[in-house]
């Protein structure tokens, strides 16, 4: 019986530690980036449309490489390097990013109205967003929802500034989820 | 009871499974990572690191992280060999007693 009792003690050990170790809040900071390229970015359709899509280029492409950096940089800063969710994460990126590319062919090639074919960027947003915070980062799944919402308001009632106002929901959404991040985060250094 | 015999003994102490357990589902570990994890002393941590070490369950590399000197640890396929064959083992002994 006393081997049995030790055993389960071991085992609650051992559990309590992966547990402890298995959450994942995100980085703040990631948030925070890309809560000022939303606030900028979702502005600019509705200020100065030109624009919108060389800063979405720039920004996009820029963003995604700081917060890899960032990513990297946090990992060895909080002593885990976790190889196997780092390439779940690229790979969700970069089948976003494609997404993302494949929304702006209908317009490239003339077959829709770009006023009309730039909303299909907030559902592909939303969906790879969404599906972030389902299969890697909780927070994430509210700005989708966000995003998701804002698409369907934009095509069915077209009001005036839904992108700005989309962004600004966004970029709040993605700051709550960076304070929420930061409240939870252990400081532990390596 | 067969499963008995099956039990890895490096395993047996619950930091060093916990240490296996932790690496199995992670690349790589640092060791003030594992000590905020496990709750241990760094004596007692270096102690059962160094025991997994010398078994070949695992492989240590150094590095620097903001100019201060860190300890990265990872298994090895032997060591993700002999945890797996630990694991079922405990399995089979839970089942046994269970049953």
Not at chain 1, 62 to 87: C, F, H, P, Q
Not at chain 1, 122 to 128: A, D, Q, R, S, V
Not at chain 2, 36 to 49: F, R
């Amino acid at each position: 019986m006393q081997a049995t009792d030790s055993l389960r003690e071991d085992l609650q050990y051992v559990t309590s530690a992966v547990r402890q170790h298995d959450r994942t809040v995100g980085i703040p900071v990631i948030y925070y980036l890309w809560a000022a390229i939303v606030l900028v970015g979702y502005a600019l359709p509705d200020f100065a449309a030109r624009l919108a899509g060389p800063f979405w280029f720039v920004a996009g492409f820029g963003g995604g490489l700081l917060s890899w950096w960032l990513a990297s940089r946090d990992e060895k800063r909080r002593g885990v390097i976790d190889r196997a969710t780092g390439r779940r994460w690229g790979l969700h990126w970069v089948i976003g990013g494609v997404g993302f590319l494949l929304s702006a062919l209908p317009m490239v090639t003339g077959h829709v109205d770009p006023a009309f074919g730039a909303t299909t960027f907030l559902l592909t947003g939303g969906l790879i967003y969404a599906f972030a915070g389902v299969h890697l980062e909780r927070p994430m799944l509210w700005s989708g929802l966000i995003m998701l919402a804002a698409y369907a308001v934009l095509v069915i009632f077209a009001p005036p500034y839904v992108w700005t106002i989309s962004g600004i929901v966004i970029a709040f959404a993605l700051c709550w989820a960076g304070v929420a991040a930061q409240r939870q985060r252990r400081p532990v250094m390596s | 009871m067969k499963a008995l015999d099956d039990l890895v003994p490096v395993f047996e102490h619950r930091a060093r499974l916990a240490i296996g357990v932790l690496l199995a589902g992670r690349g790589e570990i640092s060791f003030s990572r594992f000590k905020a994890q496990l709750e241990l002393t760094d004596g007692n941590l270096g102690a059962q690191l160094r025991k997994l070490e010398d078994a070949g369950c695992i492989a240590l590399r150094r590095d620097f992280v903001d100019r201060k000197p860190v300890t990265w640890y990872s298994l090895t396929k032997a060591g993700r060999k002999l945890l797996d064959q630990h694991l079922h083992a405990l399995q089979a002994m839970i089942a046994e007693t269970a049953g």
